[in-house]
């Protein structure tokens, strides 16, 4: 069975930095590009950043300005993403998902997500 | 930045009936436009990829169409599990999501 497990959340003071995981299971992870995903209490989805299989190249949204750094270990079939300088707009489900095919393409399995809340 | 606009932003109708939810792209997008659907406290499905292909498991009820700027989610035959949020999202250039149309059924 294809699953994606996130870990990591919790609750962070402004500014303050955490590291979300997402362990994978159940397919070739090698094989896929990965996806973050948050969503705002009430909100929509908002598209985070994404990594190639090989983890050659990562993509962010450009709303974050560089706070957020993804990366993948293949070895341990683990995504992670460190979240820095972090905002009370941060406060979200963040949710772990895979893309269809190497690069990019359709969100085709989805992880039950991490929630993040920065407050004081 | 493309930006996807959805169509309505609620809507509210009886089991039986065709829903049809839009989607529009800021630019030419082809066809890399998918649609998920997301339950309360529940992780987004997708629901439709590349405008029009449909997704082993999910029903023939939910059928997608269009290319370029202009994309249609339908849903022939509404059944009350369909009471949900519904999200286009673009992977033409990075990715982007619409803003969601909650659907209620009465």
């Known amino acids: 069975e294809v699953q994606l497990l996130e870990s990591g959340g919790g609750l962070v003071q402004p500014g303050g930095s955490l590291r979300l995981s997402c362990a994978a299971s159940?397919?070739?992870?090698?094989?896929?590009?990965m996806s973050w995903v948050r969503q705002a209490p009430g909100k929509g989805l908002e598209w985070v950043s994404s990594?190639?299989?090989?983890?050659?190249?990562?993509f962010s949204a450009d709303s974050l300005k560089g706070r957020f750094t993804l990366s993948r270990d293949n070895s341990k079939n683990t995504l992670h993403l460190q979240l820095n300088s972090l905002r009370a707009e941060d406060t979200a489900i963040y949710y772990c998902?895979?893309?269809?095919?190497?690069?990019?393409?359709?969100?085709?399995?989805w992880g039950q997500g991490t929630t993040v809340t920065v407050s004081s | 930045e493309i930006v996807l606009t959805q169509f309505p932003d609620f809507q509210s109708a009886t089991p039986k009936e065709k829903v049809t939810i839009t989607c529009r792209a800021s630019?030419?997008?082809?066809?890399?436009l998918h649609w998920y659907q997301q339950k309360p406290d529940q992780s987004p499905k997708l629901l439709i990829k590349?405008?029009?292909q449909s997704i082993s498991g999910v029903p023939s009820r939910f059928s997608g169409s269009g290319s370029g700027t202009e994309f249609t989610l339908t849903i022939s035959g509404l059944e009350a599990e369909d009471a949900a949020a519904y999200y286009c999202?673009?992977?033409?250039?990075?990715?982007?999501f619409g803003q969601g149309t909650k659907l209620e059924i009465k």
């Open positions: 159940g397919f070739t992870f090698t094989s896929y590009a």
């Open positions: 590349y405008a029009s």
């Open positions: 998902a895979k893309v269809e095919f190497s690069g990019s393409g359709s969100l085709d399995v």
């Open positions: 990594i190639t299989a090989s983890g050659a190249d990562t």
């Open positions: 630019q030419n997008i082809g066809t890399s």
């Open positions: 999202h673009q992977t033409s250039i990075f990715h982007t």
